[in-house]
Each structure stands twice: as C-alpha cells, then as structure tokens.
C-alpha cells in the first residue's frame, strides 16, 4: 500500500523558517518525480516544487530562492526546506507522487498518490 505522510508543519513568524517532510512507503520511491503543491484557504491547488527521480528540480517563482527541495532515496523521504517565510505562504502543504520519473505535465491526473497534508501557518 502506497503511503505519503508529511510532517514539519506549524505556526513560524514572517522571516522564520520550517523544514517539512514526507515519509514515502509502499513504492520505489527512487524511481518517481515528486511535488510538494499548497492550498491556501479559498484559493485553488498550487505547484511549490518539483523533484524528478534523477535530482533535477523546479521551483515556483513565488518560492523561487526561499524554498528547497529534496529527497533522501536511502530514507524514501521527501523535504522541503522554506526559508523567508511570508504569509502568503500559509496553506495545507501536500506532497504527491508522479506517475513516472520526471514531470512533464504538471495537472493533477498525473499524480497517483497524495499525502494527508501539513498545515503551514506564517503570522506575527
């Protein structure tokens, strides 16, 4: 059975930083692209980053220079490092498998499998 647990989640003041993970099972996890993708409350399903099974990533220009993706093959865990946290990066943080190695087409038919979520929550 295919599991994604994220964890890291919490209350951090503007500026502040968090490391989020994702504890991946039940899959190769070295042989699949991940994302972590974000909601904010009212507002639709957003990309953050990308990390493809050989490393390689991409970022949101939102995120880009503040957050780090990347993944521990040996441990089948996910990070996602955001520093200069701004209030507009609270939301539900979700990490998600791709259907193969590396993402071509980021719509959500090509993700299999989706974490429960870890809420993110930047304010003063």
């Known amino acids: 059975e295919v599991q994604l647990v994220e964890s890291g989640g919490g209350l951090v003041q503007p500026g502040g930083s968090l490391r989020l993970s994702c504890a991946a099972s039940?899959?190769?996890?070295?042989?699949?692209?991940m994302t972590w993708f974000r909601q904010a409350p009212g507002k639709g399903l957003e990309w953050v980053s990308i990390?493809?099974?050989?490393?390689?990533?991409t970022y949101a220009d939102s995120v880009k220079g503040r957050f780090t993706i990347s993944r521990d093959n040996a441990k089948n865990t996910l990070y996602l490092q955001m520093n200069s946290l701004k209030p507009e990066d609270t939301a539900l943080y979700y990490c998600?498998?791709?259907?193969?190695?590396?993402?071509?087409?980021?719509?959500?038919?090509?993700?299999?499998?989706w974490g429960q979520g870890t809420q993110v929550t930047v304010s003063s």
């Open positions: 990390i493809n099974s050989g490393g390689s990533t």
């Open positions: 039940g899959f190769t996890f070295s042989s699949y692209a």
């Open positions: 998600a498998k791709y259907r193969g190695p590396l993402v071509l087409v980021r719509t959500r038919d090509r993700y299999d499998y």
